[in-house]
């Protein structure tokens, strides 16, 4: 099992462009998520989704947009970059319910800086 | 608002020593904890949990404590390796139905163990 893949492992944006975090596992997890990591403020939850066809927003859902049309990939869109969007991004995958869908499993994370 | 904090941005041990990482929170909803490791350039991997109907949970050389009265938990490493020298994050989820696969993490603590 390659896991949780992400790509890419590094990104620079110009301010305003748009561009897709891809986002696949082949662990046939249910539940998916998009986290990002900025220093100082550890992890922060930006959209999850519970299933194929399900999406909802975390905590900082803004400037981000999700869709989940299979179970294996859930890609991240940036709309419209800003500077503010520069971080590490982390998708992690679970399985459904009870204390396993609390054990995430993560990427390795994608770079984006934004200028 | 930071509902898990981890107040010690940093702490340094020697081998074979013990390491006592802590870590508060705010949510009285929150029911479910754990404590992921992360080493540079890769993501976040799990290392232990807890439910909030026990107060320590125990795997090898790693222990969880958990106070709810207090609302802080802590991780013990008995005895500390040069290994374990990673960031550790504390994350927090609320009781099952729309919480599954919803963390929320604090700042992150850099663990060094020295040789």
């Known amino acids: 099992n390659a896991g949780v893949t992400q790509t890419p492992k590094f990104q620079v944006l110009k301010t305003g462009q748009s561009m897709t975090l891809q986002c696949a596992q082949d662990?046939?997890?249910?539940?998916m998520s998009w986290y990002r990591q900025d220093p100082g403020m550890g992890l922060r939850l930006i959209h999850y989704s519970v299933g194929a066809g399900i999406t909802d927003q975390g905590e900082v859902p803004n400037g981000y947009n999700v869709s989940r049309s299979t179970t294996e990939d859930f890609p991240l869109r940036l709309l419209s970059a800003a500077p503010s969007q520069t971080s590490v991004y982390f998708c992690a995958s679970s399985l459904r319910g009870g204390k396993s869908s609390y054990e995430q499993y993560f990427g390795p994370g994608t770079r984006l800086t934004v200028t | 608002d930071q509902q898990v904090k981890q107040n010690s941005p940093s702490l340094s041990v020697q081998e074979g020593r013990i390491s006592i990482l802590n870590c508060d929170y705010t949510?009285?909803?929150?029911?479910?904890f754990l404590w992921y490791k992360k080493y540079p350039a890769e993501g976040p991997t799990f290392l232990i949990s807890?439910?909030?109907?026990?107060d320590k949970n125990e795997d090898g050389r790693f222990t969880v404590f958990l106070n709810k009265s207090a609302k802080h938990l802590s991780l013990h490493i008995v005895p500390s390796q040069p290994g374990d020298s990673a960031v550790y994050f504390c994350?927090?989820?609320?009781?099952?139905?729309?919480?599954?696969?919803?963390?929320?993490f604090g700042q992150g603590t850099i663990l060094t163990v020295h040789p």
């Open positions: 662990m046939n997890h249910e539940y």
């Open positions: 994350a927090a989820s609320g009781a099952g139905g729309t919480s599954y696969g919803k963390l929320t």
């Open positions: 949510n009285s909803m929150f029911d479910y």
């Open positions: 807890i439910s909030s109907i026990k």
